[in-house]
C-alpha cells in the first residue's frame, strides 16, 4: 500500500468583532481571528496538509486572498474541496493529528467536538483524528494572547 504524509502550519491574529472558528466550529471567545476566509487557522492548517501530501502547492495558490469568492468564506469549503482533489487522485486521508496552539481561549470543553466535526469533514472514524491544545506559557503572540496558530500532519493511502 502506498503512503503520504504532509504537514500545515497557519497563524491568525485576534480581532474585535469576529467569530473564532477553529476546526470547523465557533468557539465561544471575545475575540475571533483576521483572515479574508472564516480564518479557522486549524481548517488552513489541515489543507496544507493535505495539499501538501498532494504535492498540490498550497491554500493560497487554491483560494487566493484576492479572490471575492472567499470573503468571510467557511474554511470547511476548503477542505471539502481539497478532499475532492486528493479523492480524484486516488487518495484517502487515513489519519490527522491537529495542534492548536492558544493562550486562550482554553479549548479542552471543545475538543471532542472538534475532532468529530473534522472527522465528518473528511468522512473518516473519529478515531482517526486527533486534536491537542496547548499554549506557549505566555511567550511570542501567541502567549500574549495576539492571535492562534495551528500545526496539522496527514496521512494519506492509496485507494486499493
Known sequence: MQWRVGIGVDAHRFAEGRPLKLCGLTIPSEQGLIGHSDADVALHALCD?????????????????????????????????????????GWLVNNV???????????????EAMRQRVAELLGIDKESV????????????????????????VSLMRLP
Open 49 to 89: 496538509a493535505l495539499l501538501g501530501a498532494l504535492a498540490l502547492g498550497d491554500i493560497g495558490q487554491h483560494f487566493p486572498d484576492t479572490d471575492p469568492r472567499y470573503k468571510d468564506a467557511d474554511s470547511a469549503l476548503f477542505v471539502t474541496t481539497v478532499l475532492e482533489m486528493a479523492r480524484e487522485r
Open 97 to 111: 493529528d491537529i495542534t492548536v496552539i492558544a493562550q486562550t481561549p482554553k479549548l479542552a470543553p471543545y475538543r
Open 130 to 153: 486527533s486534536v491537542k491544545a496547548t499554549t506557549t506559557d505566555r511567550m511570542g503572540f501567541v502567549g500574549r494572547s495576539e492571535g492562534i496558530a495551528a500545526i496539522v500532519i
